[in-house]
């Protein structure tokens, strides 16, 4: 500690990182704000945390970079089950704390995950510090409105998942808690709380996960279909591909695992647009290996139906791929690596 104060003292900076002592648990996939923006940040920061998503850059300049270190540290020490009561309205996010305020930011661009309505998934809450207890999930009620800090009574009053003491896996973070949950029916952009009330303390912590429900991308037209609202006259029939602003793509890819653990891995696709003119509005495409199926996935809004995997333009950026320009799309999948076949715009990339 004296080593640390003599550092601050002589102007050396200090990359902070996260202490055991504080660190407990999050919501990995579908991935709440905190560690969506970790792992935005990750992708970029060359060893430090960089965030290029603008809720995620503007969280950062708001309440530095710890909160990302410490993305699984949300959590009220002596909440005992009253989370109404000490966490006021507007600060669900944050959890009514200080150091997490940044991330009770009502926007409609922090990192969503895209999920099936009705549909089961299998849950993901990294175990950093694994203690019995209870998780309850709650979701927005019909009419919630995201541009709104979140209020107690935009939830729904009964929770659509509750686990306790789920089993352990291991993870791209670490040891992880998993189950499968029911989704509820909804439509379009919401947002699932979570509440971890542990039984062997007062202690809880608490998530914010941004998702959108619906099949594709409920806010946007399906990549084979060109936008309604915008197609000319003599645009091509509703079963064409959507025009580039380049014509065929011409492109280079490059596939990474990130991690890799029993039973699944955390990958990138990186594609670059080597064509003379911009890709607008982009769609990025590659096969996953039989039995593998993503769960999550950032930087894109990204869907898969059998082994085919498509990624589009996410809500919170602009649909053209510049010449010259790469997008690198981050995902957790189950099963083992090896995506092939990635394609921009239909147009087979190269290595």
């Known amino acids: 500690m004296l080593a640390a104060a003599a550092l601050?003292?002589?102007g050396v900076p200090l990359l902070l990182k996260p202490s055991p002592v504080e660190a407990h648990g999050a919501f990995v996939s579908p991935a709440t704000r905190t560690y969506a923006c970790y792992v935005d940040g990750r992708a970029n920061g060359g060893g430090d945390l960089n965030p290029t998503n603008p809720a995620c850059v503007a969280a950062v300049a708001a309440g530095g970079k710890q909160p990302l270190w410490d993305f699984f540290g949300l959590l009220q020490s002596n909440a005992a089950?009253?989370?109404?009561?000490?966490?006021?309205?507007g600060q669900l996010c944050g959890g009514g704390t200080t150091k997490y305020a940044a991330y009770n930011?009502?926007?409609?661009?922090?990192?969503?995950?895209?999920?099936?309505?009705?549909?089961?998934?299998?849950f993901r809450y990294n175990a950093w510090a694994p203690h019995p207890g209870t998780w309850y999930q709650y979701i927005t009620r019909d009419g919630y409105d995201p541009t709104q800090p979140?209020?107690?009574?935009?939830?729904?009053?009964?929770p659509f998942d509750q686990v306790t003491n789920p089993p352990t896996q291991?993870?791209?973070?670490?040891?992880?808690?998993?189950?499968?949950a029911r989704l509820p029916s909804k439509q379009g952009r919401h947002?699932?709380?979570?509440?971890?009330q542990r039984s062997d303390s007062p202690e809880a912590f608490y998530n914010c996960v941004d998702v959108n429900f619906g099949g594709t991308n409920p806010t946007s037209p399906p990549p084979t279909s060109p936008p309604p609202t915008s197609a000319p006259p003599t645009s091509a029939p509703p079963t064409s591909p959507p025009p580039s602003t380049s014509g065929p793509a011409t492109c280079t890819a490059t596939v990474r695992t990130s991690s890799q653990w029993s039973g699944g891995f955390q990958g990138e696709v990186t594609v670059r647009n080597n064509s003379t003119a911009a890709v607008n509005p982009w769609t990025a495409t590659w096969t996953m290996p039989a039995g593998a199926t993503i769960n999550s996935?950032?930087?894109?809004?990204?869907?898969?139906?059998?082994?085919?995997?498509?990624?589009?333009?996410?809500?919170?950026g602009g649909t053209s791929l510049a010449a010259g320009a790469s997008v690198t799309i981050g995902?957790?999948?189950?099963?083992?690596?090896?995506?092939?076949?990635?394609?921009?715009n239909n147009a087979a990339c190269g290595a």
Do not use: C
């Not at 979140?150 to 009964?158: F, G, I, N, R, V």
């Not at 996935?297 to 919170?316: E, F, K």
């Open 81 to 89: 089950g009253q989370h109404r009561t000490i966490i006021p309205d």
């Open 8 to 10: 601050l003292g002589s």
């Open 297 to 316: 996935g950032w930087n894109a809004t990204v869907t898969q139906s059998g082994t085919t995997v498509t990624a589009t333009p996410p809500s919170w």
């Open 105 to 122: 930011a009502a926007r409609t661009d922090w990192p969503t995950t895209q999920v099936q309505s009705g549909g089961t998934m299998q």
């Open 170 to 180: 291991g993870g791209p973070s670490g040891s992880e808690y998993y189950w499968d």
């Open 191 to 196: 947002i699932i709380y979570s509440i971890w």
């Open 150 to 158: 979140l209020k107690w009574s935009d939830l729904e009053a009964t």
């Open 331 to 344: 995902f957790v999948s189950s099963g083992t690596p090896g995506p092939t076949g990635v394609r921009l």
